[in-house]
């Protein structure tokens, strides 16, 4: 589903999705640049004063994560992820579009069992007051909340590729 923009042939609810996956990207975005932020300031504490700031690898653990469920959307979105290129543009647009249908749906299925998995253990996590064992003591649910939302996100990219396969299979422009 590469950028539609004001298309007619998409509906409310797919631009909103786009919307919301440029969220994810902008958030996945801000990860990475923490991410070098933290571990630069981290070379300069330890090459030219002396010392450790001790919390820049569990950061970054966190950030890492959330950068990859909140960036899945995204790529799928821009068509780098979750393609085998070379197999599916040998079909015929009209075959094309069914494999496109069947596999979005699968993987769709994957990512609501996904979903509500992790955010069983995000939940759960909470309810129970867990904290990470290090110096930052974090509350694991904080940073596990990026995995069911980037997995949310997930699931609306993959809906609205699936509605984009059922418009080409009805014959309208992708």
Do not use: H, K, N
């Amino acid at each position: 589903m590469t950028d539609g923009g004001d298309d007619p042939q998409r509906g409310r609810w797919e631009r909103a999705a786009d919307r919301l996956i440029g969220v994810g990207r902008a958030g996945a975005e801000l990860c990475l640049i923490a991410m070098m932020a933290l571990i630069t300031l981290e070379v300069i504490c330890r090459s030219f004063l002396g010392f450790s700031l001790t919390i820049v690898d569990e950061t970054c653990g966190y950030l890492v994560v959330a950068l990859l469920f909140l960036g899945a959307a995204y790529s799928l979105r821009e068509q780098a992820l979750l393609r085998v290129e070379f197999i599916i543009v040998a079909l015929p647009r009209r075959l094309r579009a069914w494999v496109e249908l069947l596999f979005d749906a699968a993987a769709l299925g994957f990512a609501l069992v996904i979903l509500y998995q992790l955010a069983r253990v995000a939940f759960s996590s909470w309810e129970r007051g867990m904290v990470a064992p290090t110096l930052m003591e974090t509350p694991i649910w904080l940073p596990q909340l990026a995995m069911p939302a980037g997995s949310l996100l997930l699931v609306l990219g993959l809906a609205a590729e699936i509605a984009r396969d059922l418009r080409r299979i009805a014959g309208e422009r992708p």
